[in-house]
């Protein structure tokens, strides 16, 4: 099931970045009074209330000379997120009122027939107040009054956000099936490998970035086991705005990821690995989902004895936050181990719901301690008391210690590594968390 996505719009300099950072809790946009820093759109899980949602700064804009490129750079970002988008923020500024680009914003907004929040941004006190009624004049409906600077009117804002977001949820996938998306930057080969895997031409395959137009679910069984192929090359091709395809295939990837329960990523093996490959991967692996490395194109390569292995250790040093996915060298065109794909995905989904009985886990945490105790911090020594798995898809664990403020991300990294030792968790993330243990435990 998607989470609704919300995209937060509006001219260079009106706060995006600071609501954006202030919505998802920690600083990623990067925040200065300058206009055109946010260089990219940012994607990012938020959650209010009961709801969880993914949140898109839409910053990218490069200022250039004079006010139409300016204009037509805006476009093109808030296009982009819009296409996507459930719900709209578009954000204003009270300090210099209706702006004419803001008149631009609008034009693309009321095109888009999507739900959109008008947010007035720098009220910062309350003598500002009588000055958000000019934003009436836009049509859409009461402005909201927000600071981004103190952090006022968000809840009141997320409140009317909340009212637009689907809800008749379909109900979710048999349990059965093994949900797997192809991701990857566009025209790598991801509908190459899915009619390679399904036998016969069911997805539009071109040479030109960009022909799949949405998410397709193609179920297929092998081996008495079901799966449900989601190939999420995803391009809408409409004039120059679906030309910056590589900044558009992320939020794709994104969509599909949570739908599924294995990502397979795919690299172009003539090309090489690209920062817009690390970004998509960086998506999957903080999603939770299982994960295996598919590079395509591998006959096309030119080989000798060592270009596998130097392929393979490119792949680890540029993903070592994956050091856990396995990696497969393939070929949709001539079909070269196309049939380790499937088998793998079932052992990889495998280990993504494995469960730990608790004693075996507590095992693994003594003899970890045993052979490397915890370390101290300004005196106090860390003790881990006792651990327990507390849901799968990804495995996540709960370490119960005397002091979660001392527990060093190196040391949870070692104590991953020992539980990864005993259960191999090819493929899937694990989680490991740190509680305070209790004094009540019996």
Same mark, same amino acid.
């Given at each position: 099931?998607?989470?609704?996505?919300?995209?937060?719009?509006?001219?260079?300099?009106?706060?995006?970045?600071?609501?954006?950072?202030?919505?998802?809790?920690?600083?990623?946009?990067?925040?200065?009074?300058? /206009?055109?820093?946010?260089?990219?759109?940012?994607?990012?899980?938020?959650?209010?209330?009961?709801?969880?949602?993914?949140?898109?700064? $839409?910053?990218?804009?490069?200022?250039?000379?004079?006010?139409?490129?300016?204009?037509?750079?805006?476009?093109?970002?808030?296009?982009?997120?819009?296409?996507?988008?459930?719900v709209i923020i578009f954000m204003v500024d009270?300090?210099?009122?209706?702006?004419? $680009?803001?008149?631009?914003?609008?034009?693309?907004?009321?095109?888009?027939?999507? /739900?959109?929040?008008?947010?007035?941004?720098?009220?910062?006190? +309350?003598?500002?107040?009588?000055?958000?009624?000019?934003?009436? *004049?836009?049509?859409?409906?009461?402005?909201?009054?927000?600071?981004?600077?103190?952090?006022?009117?968000?809840?009141?804002?997320?409140?009317?956000?909340?009212?637009?977001?689907?809800?008749?949820?379909?109900?979710?996938?048999?349990?059965?099936?093994?949900?797997?998306?192809?991701?990857?930057?566009?025209?790598?080969?991801?509908?190459?490998?899915?009619?390679?895997?399904?036998?016969q031409e069911r997805v539009i395959v071109s040479?030109?970035?960009?022909?799949?137009?949405?998410?397709? @679910?193609?179920?297929?069984?092998?081996?008495?086991?079901?799966?449900?192929?989601?190939?999420?090359?995803?391009?809408?091709?409409?004039?120059?705005?679906?030309?910056?395809?590589?900044?558009?295939?992320?939020?794709?990837?994104?969509?599909?990821?949570?739908?599924? @329960?294995?990502?397979?990523?795919?690299?172009?093996?003539?090309?090489? +690995?690209?920062? =817009?490959?690390?970004?998509?991967?960086?998506?999957?692996?903080?999603?939770?989902?299982?994960?295996?490395? +598919?590079?395509?194109?591998?006959?096309?390569?030119?080989?000798?004895?060592? $270009?596998?292995?130097?392929?393979?250790?490119?792949?680890?040093?540029?993903?070592?936050?994956?050091?856990?996915?396995?990696?497969?060298?393939?070929?949709?065109?001539?079909?070269?181990?196309?049939?380790?794909?499937?088998?793998?995905?079932? @052992?990889?989904?495998?280990?993504? *719901?494995?469960?730990?009985? $608790?004693h075996v886990l507590n095992d693994i945490i003594? @003899?970890?301690?045993?052979?490397?105790?915890?370390?101290?911090?300004?005196?106090?020594?860390?003790?881990?008391?006792?651990?327990? =798995?507390?849901?799968?898809?990804? /495995?996540?664990?709960?370490?119960?210690?005397?002091?979660?403020?001392?527990?060093?991300?190196?040391?949870?990294?070692?104590?991953?590594?020992?539980?990864?030792?005993?259960?191999?968790?090819?493929?899937?993330?694990?989680?490991?968390?740190?509680?305070?243990?209790?004094?009540?435990?019996?």
């Amino acid at each position: 099931m998607s989470k609704p996505v919300v995209a937060i719009v509006g001219r260079p300099n009106v706060g995006k970045s600071t609501i954006f950072n202030r919505l998802v809790g920690e600083r990623i946009s990067i925040v200065e009074d300058v /206009p055109g820093v946010t260089r990219d759109r940012i994607y990012s899980s938020a959650e209010w209330l009961k709801y969880e949602f993914n949140l898109i700064d $839409t910053g990218g804009i490069e200022i250039g000379n004079g006010e139409d490129q300016i204009l037509e750079q805006m476009r093109e970002q808030a296009e982009l997120a819009i296409e996507e988008a459930d719900v709209i923020i578009f954000m204003v500024d009270v300090k210099t009122g209706v702006t004419s $680009t803001d008149q631009e914003v609008t034009k693309i907004l009321y095109r888009s027939n999507k /739900p959109v929040v008008l947010a007035v941004n720098k009220v910062d006190n +309350i003598n500002k107040m009588d000055e958000i009624y000019e934003f009436y *004049a836009l049509g859409f409906g009461e402005p909201l009054p927000i600071s981004g600077a103190h952090g006022t009117g968000l809840g009141d804002l997320l409140d009317e956000v909340v009212k637009h977001f689907p809800q008749d949820e379909e109900v979710e996938e048999d349990d059965d099936k093994i949900r797997v998306a192809f991701i990857g930057r566009p025209n790598v080969g991801k509908s190459s490998l899915v009619n390679a895997l399904l036998g016969q031409e069911r997805v539009i395959v071109s040479p030109v970035a960009g022909t799949t137009r949405d998410a397709i @679910d193609t179920p297929i069984t092998k081996d008495d086991q079901e799966y449900v192929l989601v190939d999420t090359a995803g391009m809408r091709k409409r004039g120059k705005v679906y030309e910056k395809t590589e900044k558009y295939s992320v939020l794709r990837a994104l969509k599909a990821i949570e739908r599924s @329960d294995v990502a397979l990523l795919v690299i172009n093996g003539e090309e090489g +690995i690209i920062e =817009q490959d690390k970004k998509i991967a960086g998506y999957a692996h903080e999603a939770g989902r299982g994960v295996i490395i +598919i590079v395509n194109k591998w006959d096309a390569v030119e080989k000798d004895d060592r $270009t596998h292995q130097e392929f393979k250790k490119d792949i680890r040093d540029h993903f070592k936050f994956l050091d856990y996915a396995p990696i497969l060298f393939v070929s949709a065109s001539t079909r070269q181990r196309i049939h380790q794909i499937l088998p793998k995905v079932k @052992d990889v989904a495998e280990q993504h *719901a494995l469960r730990v009985q $608790t004693h075996v886990l507590n095992d693994i945490i003594l @003899d970890a301690v045993t052979m490397n105790p915890p370390p101290s911090d300004k005196g106090k020594r860390l003790k881990v008391n006792y651990g327990t =798995q507390v849901s799968v898809k990804p /495995p996540t664990f709960v370490l119960f210690v005397n002091d979660p403020e001392i527990m060093h991300f190196s040391y949870l990294r070692y104590m991953e590594n020992k539980i990864r030792e005993a259960f191999p968790f090819e493929g899937t993330p694990i989680r490991i968390f740190t509680r305070k243990k209790s004094d009540n435990r019996h």
